[in-house]
Structure formats: C-alpha cells, structure tokens
C-alpha cells in the first residue's frame, strides 16, 4: 500500500510541478522579470518547489533531517546522472561540450557550494564550538551570499530565454498568475504528502532517512525538473538543457539555508555516516562535470567519458547508500 502511495503521489507532483514551472516561466516572460535577480530567483524557486516543500516538512513536520537533505543530495544526485539520457538522445558528441560559457560557470558555481558544505560538515563533526547566528550555521550565510553573487554575475552575462519552450499566447495576464498560485498550493500539498510517505517508508521498511531521502524522494522531487530539460531539448537548446539541471542543482543545495531557519540549528552539524557520504558523492559526480565541462577533448560515441563516469558514479553511490547507516 505504502508504494501504492508513493508512486500515486510521485506521478501528481511530477505532473503539477511541471505545470508550475511551465507557468512561472511565462509569467516571467510576460512580465520581463526573468532579466533581473529577482526573476532569476523566483524561477529556480519555481523549477524547484518540491524539493523545498518535501525537504521542510520532513524537517519541520516530522523531525526527519536525513529526510530532507538526503532529498536534496538525492535531487542533486539523480539530475546529474540523467545528464547521460541527455547525451545518448543527442547523439555523438559530448553534451557538455555544446553548452555555453554561463553553463560552465554554474557548473563551478555547483561545485563551489557544494565543496563549503563537505567542508563545514567535516569541520562541525570536530568542532562542537563551530560558529552559528540564531541556530543558523555561519556557512548558510556564506552559501546564500555565494548564490546571490551568482545571480549578480550571470545578470551581467545574460540568463537564459525560456520563451522558446513554453508560450501562453494570448492568455490574460491574470488567468496566468491565478493557474500558478492554485498550482503552487496543490505542489505544496503533494510535496508535504511526499514527506509524510518518507517518513511512512523509513517507518515500515526500516530503510534508513538517507538511503530513503536520497533515492526515493530525490528521485520523485527530481522528476519535473527532468521533464524540463526534455522539453528543452524538443526544442533544439541542449545549452538549456544541461543549463536546467546545473541550475536546479545549484538552487537545491541552496536549500539548506532554509532548512536552517527551520530546525533552529546547523544542519551539517547533525549529518550520520550515511548523510556524510552521500555528500562526497555529490562533490564526486560535481568534479566529474566540471571536468566535462571544461576540458575539450570531444568523442565520436553517444554517450561521453563525463556522463557515463556520472551515471555510474551515482549507481555505486546509491547501491553504497542502502548499507551506510
């Protein structure tokens, strides 16, 4: 019954959350917003609501903090290995090689963040004293502060257009905002009912929250954000594409500020084993895409030396994940 559930649930927040992100994309479009920071930001808020609802109930609502960073690990995770998918429905030649010079900086930028939270979680594990404002760690203040700069530089660079993918045509200005918000509740719903399964799950099966987080809520949270990338390949830009997966991966370690403010305490101060080294798998599969995305070396097969590397790198991860407690 429980898997009844989970699969019913992640099949609607897949389907909603899509369309929730469909929609800010033309909101952003009609109202040229996504060519500022605050645009920006309420796009990769949208692409990635349901990894914040699922992450903060389980934290909030159910004390569950393996839950709600293994989902972000796990999110993280499952995007860069479809990045594989992507290269295997493109054809020959590497996919990381065909994206622009803002797509390798957020590549960088993912591996920036994601090297201060291995860090500060190795330094909290040694450190009882490590430094925290309110009950929130000195490095969400720094990680924050590290993805407004983001912001700030690719505002410069030019963001991407997702006006070829997605169209409202003549729809009024407030039928669309009024579909947004009305999806918005309904992925909020399902995101908490997501977390509300987790919990279920590391109940009744005795799997433990990483290995649930990470695979089974990553996963399902993941799969919007797939969908996307899909779309805009359908569309002709590989560069948005992997510019869609790089970003929500970035925006999804970006979470862990929020989860801050909610447990009222350092969340990397309190990671087990298992949540330990599903980080180092991320900064792992990190390494390996900024490598793909900055050496030039092109290949004649399907599928890239990166990609495959990533793909297999996470299974192993994964398989590893079900027996680190």
Known sequence: MIWCEFLIC???LTYFAYNLCKEGVV??????MEEGIIGM???AVATSFPEIVTGATAVFSFGRIGLGYGDIAGSVMVNFMILLIL????????ILLRVSRLNRLTGFFVLIVISIVLSVAVLRSQVAAFPAINGVGVESVLIAGVYFIYLGIIRKTGSSDHSGIYSSGDEPFWE???????????????GMWMAKIGDKIVSVTGFSQTFTGTLLLGLATSLPEIIVSFAALRAGSV?????NILGSNLFDVCIIPFLDVLSKRPILGML???????TVLVLLLSVVAVLGLFLK???TRRIGWDTGLIFAMGFAGFVLLYFVR
């Open 87 to 94: 290269d295997y429905y493109v054809g020959r030649g590497r």
């Open 176 to 190: 669309v905002w009024a579909k947004f918000t009305l999806l918005l509740l309904i992925v909020m719903f399902l």
């Open 239 to 243: 560069d948005m594409a992997v510019g």
């Open 41 to 43: 930001f309420f796009l």
């Open 10 to 12: 992640a099949a609607l």
């Open 27 to 32: 909101i952003s479009g009609k109202t040229r």
């Open 297 to 299: 070396r092109d290949t």
């Open 272 to 278: 087990t084993p298992g949540q330990m080294t599903a």
